[in-house]
Structures are given as structure tokens and as C-alpha cells.
T-cell receptor, first 114, second 113 residues
Framework: NAGVMQNPRHLVRRRGQEARLRCSPVKGHSHVYWYRQLPEEGLKFMVY????????ESGMPKERFSAEFPKEGPSILRIQQVVRGDSAAYFC????????????FGQGTRLTVV | DAKTTQPPSMDCAEGRAANLPCNHSTISGNEYVYWYRQIHSQGPQYIIH???NNETNEMASLIITEDRKSSTLILPHATLRDTAVYYCIVRVNYGGSQGNLIFGKGTKLSVKP
């Protein structure tokens, strides 16, 4: 009964490189959410996806950030041309459809930009 | 922005009940109240959720006032491992389907021996 799996757990990138963060939801879950947490701060919502659709991306920076959740495979959060300010913990959560279903979180990916 | 207000911190003695309050005066009729906690820098852990009735599970109890403008999470016998930041969240509702969870600053609960 695997939970939400995120990989890698730790990722180091140089400024200007690309970062790809992967999230495999709980089996049977068709909804995925991405959050960012800066050091000593709370979780900030980034994007909410269903399979092949973006439902709410109101928290996504307008440039360099993109997310997808294809029909097959994990959800991907992609950050292009990373800067030091992108250093943070990125958490993914998944849930089943329905008006009252809990969302379960992964253990996060810690991105460090050097 | 989060639709909830929580005290920034609370202390609780080990073995005693921890009662964490939350105000959500602008909650809509079909929005649920969810509670999560985050221990150190781990991923948030789901605790409990409810609409208008009180709820209980193996981790905690959730008491929602009749007007739904506030709620209380109760950890009946707090242990040192319950030390965490506790988040009360009103879940966005997309016309009957669930939406994203907007986290506020939460309450930092410190359980002391």
C-alpha cells in the first residue's frame, strides 16, 4: 500500500540548469497537488492537476515553472533556469475524486540551487 | 489566502488533552474543515476532516460549532511525538468537487514532559 512517492528526495542544481521533480500518486488517485515550502515558512499552493488537465495553477510563478500529469506515469514539476530563490522543499499530494476525500502528501523533494 | 485563523503556538503537558482552536468565520456551507500536521520538515500528515458534525478517528476528534464558524481539534492524550505544526484548512470547493488545500501559518504545538 504505497503512499505518495516523490523523487528524488534531494536535488542539487547549478543556477541556470533545469530541475525535474517527480510525483507518483497513491494508486487509484487521479488528482495531484504541488506545494512549495521555503525554509522556516508555510506551504504555498502551486498547482492542482487531474489526469491530463490543469485545474488550478493560480499559485504557479508565471515564468520558468510548469507542471503536467500525463495519462500514464508520474506528475512532473519542471523548473527551468533555476535561481537560488528556487531552493525549497517541494511537496506533492494526491487524492481521489469526490467532494470529501483526504489528500495524502509525499515526503518532498529538497531542491538546492548552488 | 487561508480562510482560517489559528494561535501561533501552544504548549501541552504530556498525557494531557491538547485542544487546538481554529476560526473560519467566512466558511461556505459546502466547504469542509481539514486538519493536517507537519512534524519537523516531513510531508504534512492528514489528521481528520468534517463538514458540520463532530468527527472522531484513531488520531483525534474534531468539534465543529453549530454555526460552523470555528472548530477545535482534540488530541486526547498528547505525547512528545505529537509536537508539530498543526494546520486548520478550509478546503476550496469547485461546485461539489474538492479543491486544493490552502495552508495558513498553523499552530506550533509543543508537548512537554
Amino acid at each position: 500500500n504505497a503512499g505518495v512517492m516523490q523523487n528524488p528526495r534531494h536535488l542539487v542544481r547549478r543556477r541556470g540548469q533545469e530541475a525535474r521533480l517527480r510525483c507518483s500518486p497513491v494508486k487509484g488517485h487521479s488528482h495531484v497537488y504541488w506545494y512549495r515550502q521555503l525554509p522556516e515558512e508555510g506551504l504555498k499552493f502551486m498547482v492542482y492537476l487531474q489526469k491530463e488537465n490543469i485545474i488550478d495553477e493560480s499559485g504557479m510563478p508565471k515564468e520558468r515553472f510548469s507542471a503536467e500529469f500525463p495519462k500514464e506515469g508520474p506528475s512532473i514539476l519542471r523548473i527551468q533556469q533555476v535561481v537560488r530563490g528556487d531552493s525549497a522543499a517541494y511537496f506533492c499530494a494526491s487524492s481521489q475524486p469526490g467532494a470529501s476525500t483526504e489528500a495524502f502528501f509525499g515526503q518532498g523533494t529538497r531542491l538546492t540551487v548552488v | 489566502d487561508a480562510k482560517t485563523t489559528q494561535p501561533p503556538s501552544m504548549d501541552c503537558a504530556e498525557g494531557r488533552a491538547a485542544n487546538l482552536p481554529c476560526n473560519h468565520s467566512t466558511i461556505s456551507g459546502n466547504e469542509y474543515v481539514y486538519w493536517y500536521r507537519q512534524i519537523h520538515s516531513q510531508g504534512p500528515q492528514y489528521i481528520i476532516h468534517g463538514l458540520k458534525n463532530n468527527e472522531t478517528n484513531e488520531m483525534a476528534s474534531l468539534i465543529i460549532t453549530e454555526d460552523r464558524k470555528s472548530s477545535t481539534l482534540i488530541l486526547p492524550h498528547a505525547t512528545l511525538r505529537d509536537t508539530a505544526v498543526y494546520y486548520c484548512i478550509v478546503r476550496v470547493n469547485y461546485g461539489g468537487s474538492q479543491g486544493n488545500l490552502i495552508f495558513g501559518k498553523g499552530t506550533k504545538l509543543s508537548v512537554k514532559p
